[in-house]
């Protein structure tokens, strides 16, 4: 996909899950790694602020890392992507196999206005060229009162040099483009987006690696990320940051 930006075309990489295949899973020398060491620590927070037998859709659910974990804590899920590789892997993974994966587009949800009690966009507004529209179609499929939980990152030199430029010189096969700086999202851009959509923010955390944990630094000298690399919820949006809204 490409976005221009002034006189200037930028190209956004999201073909490169298409060749992950297991190594979703199990590579230690991808940035997939750090989305696995992040989902271990979002998603037992997410579980366990939803309550019991939600009606969940993951937006941009990948290899369901956090898709079957939801459904294997008792909920009844949906997961879309466009990578129909990744899907395949998610549908080996479900251990329940109860969830329904389906092949969409985030800007054209097929499914009816107010379905789910729950949304979840994490790690995708940073992957695609409006968020706006998939923030607009996660709220029209949410019912009222229903919770829309997110990740992404803030757009700021600080950002740029961790989660791009960082990635790129320390972690080995890193994708060419896989984050594109004028796709990250100021804080107050994103809430402006969720408040015209009649999306409450409710809780707003940063979310970062711990940059002083021995894991961290073990991946700056082994070029390896180590399984356990810490990642933490934080008072500071300046880099990654999560949380989640209610429709009113």
């Keep these: 996909m490409e976005k221009q930006t002034g006189s200037q075309t ?3 990489n999201n ?3 298409d060749d992950l295949e297991e190594r979703w899973y199990t590579a230690c020398d991808h940035p997939i790694a750090l989305l696995r060491a992040e989902n271990a620590v979002r998603v037992p927070w997410i579980i366990g602020q939803i309550g019991e037998g939600k009606e969940v859709l993951d937006i941009g659910c990948g290899a369901g890392i956090l898709t079957n974990a939801l459904a294997q804590a008792g909920h009844t899920v949906h997961g879309i992507d ?6 395949e ?4 993974r479900d251990t329940t196999h109860s969830v ?3 092949l969409a587009n985030a800007y054209s949800l097929p499914y009816p206005d107010g379905m ?5 966009a994490m790690d995708v507004l940073e992957h695609v060229e409006e968020p706006s529209l998939v923030i607009s179609e996660a709220a029209r499929v949410l019912k009222k009162g229903g919770l829309f939980f997110f990740h992404t990152f803030n757009r700021n030199l600080l950002s740029y040099l961790l989660v791009i430029k ?3 010189w320390f972690v080995p096969n890193a994708p060419k483009n896989m984050h594109v700086y004028p796709l990250f999202i100021k804080p107050e851009e994103f809430e402006e987006m969720c408040t015209e959509r009649n999306l409450q923010i409710v809780n707003l955390q940063g979310f970062a690696p711990n940059l002083f944990a021995k894991p961290f630094w073990t991946l700056l000298f082994t070029r390896k990320i180590p399984p356990n690399m810490p990642f933490t919820f934080s008072k500071s949006l300046k880099t990654g940051y999560c949380g ?3 429709k009113i």
């Excluded at 466009?82 to 899907?87: F, V």
């Excluded at 892997?89 to 080996?92: G, H, I, L, N």
């Design 82 to 87: 466009l990578s129909e590789k990744s899907l």
């Design 244 to 246: 989640c809204a209610k």
């Design 100 to 102: 329904r994966y389906t």
């Design 116 to 120: 789910f009690d729950v949304v979840c």
């Design 166 to 168: 960082g990635v790129e």
């Design 15 to 17: 073909d490169f899950y």
């Design 10 to 12: 930028i190209n956004i």
């Design 89 to 92: 892997v998610a549908k080996k």
